[in-house]
């Protein structure tokens, strides 16, 4: 289940287009000797999306090719001789209650006190100063990144097919659908063949996404230590932000994307050559009229060790069978892993709904869903993990007062919110419901056969 941890305290740098941000004060975290762990995230709204998914490639590009200061063996060993390193990577989410998306890249670090301003001089030179004109390495990246897709597709079909449902549902699902899914495969295709043809073509898209991205308009900076450490690296922080562009040449930050980018609305049936299938079934739970209560995650956590296991794993003969619920953007997915079942499976998805209906707990399995709940509500982590939650937290305006709520819902789940959550998921078998599955040629034929009046569409993918 996709949901933020509870408030960790952090510094908070929001970076704007005019002066230097300023240090919003917060609690110690840590000991006197804290490292502190750095989080920069720049805007992807900047970002065109026809070179959304590019912007993977771009982020390893960043890291792989060195800059113009120094190759990229001397960087990796002064990175690794002075910090603890670092890593860039996009991220994207809905927001609950908004039809805009959070779309950021994330730049990460952690180095001691005393190496902060060594951490964020190579941040700022990666950033402003990479070279990304190495052909043959970048080639070489491609083809790393088809073979890892295509090889996610046949091994890890649950999440291929759970992307391409929340890409018909949302706009965060179609981004997300761009950077990581089959979007992403296609147009890999397609660039491994356009480096030989058109290499300064590539080049100049790359250089398009700095362009667009790096820049101090629409970031925000997140640096977590104790007291002492934030008030020693304060002023490597801000030097790092002022050293980038006050505006990037991309869409203008913070206008929202279009409603309208999702995928089309169909049940599909995507292929590969395979003997197992990958089935996903799924529905928008506030689109149908909930409103979030948190009994839904201890319902959710009971669904994965009684229904949908008995049914999908232990009798179905799938590896994998669970549901997930976004509580950001309202959909609620059932998947299953490595399953020899396809139409079957779906029925079994929607059998939920009298399950819940009929269902009779009693008080230990009740107080153990529950008290499992909790234990992913509030585990345990180390100060880089807090730091990382409480600025996905902030990026996704989640707030203090809705988590100590969703914690007291989840202490009072009775009985009763599992017959009314059974009622709210007959959205999920409704005719706007929809199914996506990795499946064999064979398997999708068959299925075809036998409901035609579910009207798949195929999409083959190798």
Not at 55 to 84: E, Y
Request: hydrophobic share 40%; net charge negative.
């Amino acid at each position: 289940m996709r949901r933020a941890g509870l408030f960790t305290p952090c510094a908070r740098f929001a970076a704007v287009p005019n002066p230097p941000p300023s240090v919003t004060p917060a609690p110690a975290l840590g000991t006197s000797d804290s490292p502190p762990f750095s989080f920069n995230s720049q805007d992807l709204h900047a970002v065109p999306m026809d070179l959304m998914p590019l912007v993977p490639l771009w982020c390893r590009a960043m890291q792989r090719m060195g800059t113009s200061k120094r190759s990229f063996v001397d960087f990796d060993q002064l990175m690794g001789a002075t910090t603890g390193g670092f890593s860039l990577s996009p991220f994207t989410s809905s927001v609950r209650g908004e039809d805009d998306v959070a779309a950021y890249l994330v730049l990460r670090g952690k180095s001691t006190s005393a190496q902060a301003g060594q951490l964020h001089d190579l941040m700022a030179e990666m950033m402003l100063e990479a070279k990304l004109d190495d052909k043959e390495i970048f080639k070489q990246l491609v083809l790393e990144s088809r073979a890892a897709m295509e090889s996610r597709v046949q091994s890890g079909g649950h999440s291929v097919a759970a992307g391409r449902l929340d890409a018909m549902d949302s706009v965060a699902g179609y981004v997300g659908e761009q950077l990581g899914g089959l979007a992403q495969l296609e147009y890999l295709k397609v660039l491994a063949k356009r480096i030989d043809s058109d290499w300064d073509g590539v080049v100049g898209d790359l250089e398009k996404i700095r362009a667009a991205v790096v820049s101090r308009a629409g970031s925000v900076t997140n640096l977590t230590a104790d007291a002492k450490t934030l008030e020693a690296t304060a002023g490597a922080v801000e030097s790092f932000l002022n050293a980038l562009p006050t505006e990037g040449t991309g869409s203008a930050v913070g206008v929202p994307w279009s409603t309208d980018l999702v995928l089309p609305s169909v049940n599909e049936l995507i292929t590969v050559p395979t003997q197992v299938n990958y089935v996903g079934k799924g529905a928008n739970l506030y689109d149908a009229g909930y409103e979030l209560n948190g009994s839904a995650y201890v319902i959710n956590k009971l669904l994965g060790t009684t229904w949908l296991w008995d049914r999908v794993r232990v009798s179905g003969g799938a590896y994998g069978g669970f549901s997930d619920f976004d509580s950001h953007s309202g959909m609620f997915s059932y998947l299953s892993y490595r399953d020899p079942n396809l139409l079957k499976t779906v029925a079994n998805y929607d059998g939920t709904v009298e399950f819940l209906k009929d269902i009779k707990l009693d008080k230990d399995e009740l107080t153990k869903a529950i008290v499992g709940t909790m234990g992913d509500l509030d585990s345990y982590q180390l100060p880089d993990a807090k730091g990382y939650t409480a600025l996905m937290r902030h990026l996704l305006k989640v707030k203090d007062e809705e988590r100590q709520q969703r914690r007291e819902e989840v202490l009072a789940t009775t009985e009763k919110d599992f017959k009314k959550f059974g009622e709210v998921l007959e959205a999920t078998r409704a005719p706007e419901a929809r199914v996506c599955a990795v499946v064999s040629p064979d398997a999708a034929k068959a299925a075809m056969e036998e409901r035609p009046d579910l009207d798949f569409q195929v999409t083959s993918v190798m």
